[in-house]
């Protein structure tokens, strides 16, 4: 698709819309993080290869010794749903960080920071899990990296939501067992009857199948 053919309708800092014309007098509009020269609307084959993501969304696993590990979740509200949501640390990945090789692991740590109060250790591991997949193509262009983050620890460590900024409101954590794990995955909501994102429902199978595997 050519450049010409994609109209900014609405530019802001985090998120912007766009008129794609596909061909004469046919519109699909598009949601996106993008500046108009970085759309995927316009990319190539080795664009795509290439592609860096938006944002990381992190499974995050505290083994604490002698204790089952559990899935680190946290409630975030969420304008548009209007609910508090179980949810995964996530966040985007900054301008300045792009270009960098380990760019993914950068943003997972510093959003597991802000978002938790925890620091990665020696003993912990991170890992990219997949670098970009997308959750809602047919309205948005975001690619999101999925990120494993182990954090590994004698005695449980403390948590905080006091890094959080701008927008981003939190009402706590939830630590799951693999027991609750599978809950949530039959039920498909919380305990508050609340349906959860695409990126915790991916958590959950992943904290699921990796404990079954390797217990």
Known sequence: ?????????????????????????????????????????????????????????????????????????NWEFRYPTNQYLLSVPAGLIDEEDWEKPDALRITAIRELREETGLEVGESDEVKVINPCVFSTPGLTDEGNALMYISINRDEMPALSHRGAEGSEKFEGFRLVSLAEAKDYLRTGRDEHGVYYPLYTWAALMYFVAGEMIYS
């Open 1 to 73: 698709m050519k450049k010409e053919e994609i109209k900014t309708l609405y530019d802001s800092p985090y998120v912007k819309f766009y008129d794609i014309q596909y061909q004469e007098g046919a519109h699909y509009y598009c949601a996106s993080r993008r500046d108009e020269g970085r759309m995927l609307a316009t990319a190539s084959t080795q664009d795509y290869w290439n592609l860096m993501a938006d944002a990381v969304s992190c499974v995050v696993v505290i083994r604490v010794k002698g204790e089952e590990p559990k899935l680190l979740l």
